[in-house]
């Protein structure tokens, strides 16, 4: 077999993945600390290493790497957005080669342990992971789309799910009150220019609002569920632009106890962890200028 005797290089990028990074910042008795998950990828004048092996223009992956662990000395850790811009303005003024950069930043949180006398004691929370996607270029443009993953919620009741399309293989009985769990997965973008956020008070924002819509709304599915959250969240929020939703159904089936001479009035269920609905949405803020790139 011959290889093809014309191709053209398309758009590539490159970088460190993964870099974890634990920060304790040191303030007399009491320690906080900042638990992160890095990534990073560059783009730019790199068609050298590709094409011909030349490695001129390339700053190494472990160079990246070595960044954020020293700009996290030097600067120490606050936000991640705040954390994410940083690297990537680094990045664009550390390499002449490199016009974009895109970092990516997951938080694991950890709480001071209850009662000790310490306080630089702390226990793993078991909430959401924190994330932060930051893309800038060297002319200065930049976006940021803050967000969660992994935030299970469930109503005992208040849902309901019925009156959907029937063909030959549908099976699923109608219910007027059912659990309505799930593991929130949000992503929200920044309008342009909120670079000078105050991104803790933000994002504590954002996560009371997803969760105080998702606490208010009676479903009727949980398609309704999710453009109501989405909702409440660019209401509360002006400087939102976008927010992209992903919510797995977590179903919860009740039990057929008759076998066994009981009845199930809604108490005893079965929580099926595959396969799963996957519901998935945006909602945008009238006139707001959409920025596909901005998700990548």
């Given at each position: 077999m011959t290889e093809p005797t014309e191709v053209v290089l398309g758009p590539t990028r490159y970088g460190k993945a993964?870099?974890?990074?634990v920060h304790v910042a040191r303030s007399g008795a009491e320690h906080t600390i900042r638990d992160l998950n890095v990534s990073v990828a560059l783009c730019g004048d790199q068609a050298d290493t590709h094409l011909s092996g030349d490695n001129t223009k390339v700053l190494t992956t472990d160079a990246q790497k070595n960044a954020v662990y020293a700009l996290a000395k030097r600067h120490g850790v606050d936000a991640i957005?705040?954390?994410?811009?940083?690297?990537?303005r680094h990045f664009l003024t550390t390499c002449p080669y490199i016009s974009h950069?895109?970092?990516?930043?997951?938080?694991?949180?950890?709480?001071?342990?209850?009662?000790?006398?310490s306080r630089h004691s702390f226990v793993r929370s078991g909430?959401?992971?924190?994330?932060a996607l930051v893309h800038a270029d060297a002319a200065g443009d930049s976006s940021v789309v803050s967000g969660l993953k992994d935030l299970v919620v469930l109503n005992s009741t208040g849902s309901e799910f019925h009156g959907f399309f029937h063909d030959e293989f549908t099976t699923l009985a109608e219910t007027g009150d059912r659990i309505l769990a799930t593991a929130v997965d949000a992503r929200w973008r920044h309008l342009a220019g909120a670079g000078e956020r105050d991104w803790d008070k933000s994002y504590a924002q954002a996560r009371a609002s997803l969760l105080?819509?998702?606490?208010?709304?009676?479903?009727?599915?949980?398609?309704?569920?999710?453009?109501?959250?989405?909702?409440?969240?660019?209401?509360?929020?002006?400087q939102i632009a976008e927010v992209r939703l992903a919510l797995p159904n977590r179903h919860h089936f009740a039990v057929?106890?008759?076998?066994?001479?009981?009845?199930?009035?809604?108490?005893?269920f079965y929580a099926a962890d595959r396969p799963y609905g996957l519901?998935?949405?945006t909602v945008?803020?009238?006139?707001?200028?959409?920025?596909?790139a901005a998700w990548d």
């Open positions: 993964e870099v974890r990074l957005e705040d954390f994410a811009q940083l690297l990537a950069a895109r970092v990516a930043v997951d938080e694991y949180a950890w709480d001071r342990i209850p009662g000790a006398q909430r959401e992971v924190r994330t105080t819509a998702f606490a208010d709304t009676h479903s009727l599915s949980l398609q309704q569920t999710l453009y109501a959250m989405a909702r409440r969240l660019v209401g509360r929020d002006e057929d106890l008759a076998p066994f001479g009981l009845t199930n009035e809604n108490e005893v519901i998935e949405g945008a803020r009238a006139g707001a200028p959409p920025d596909p």
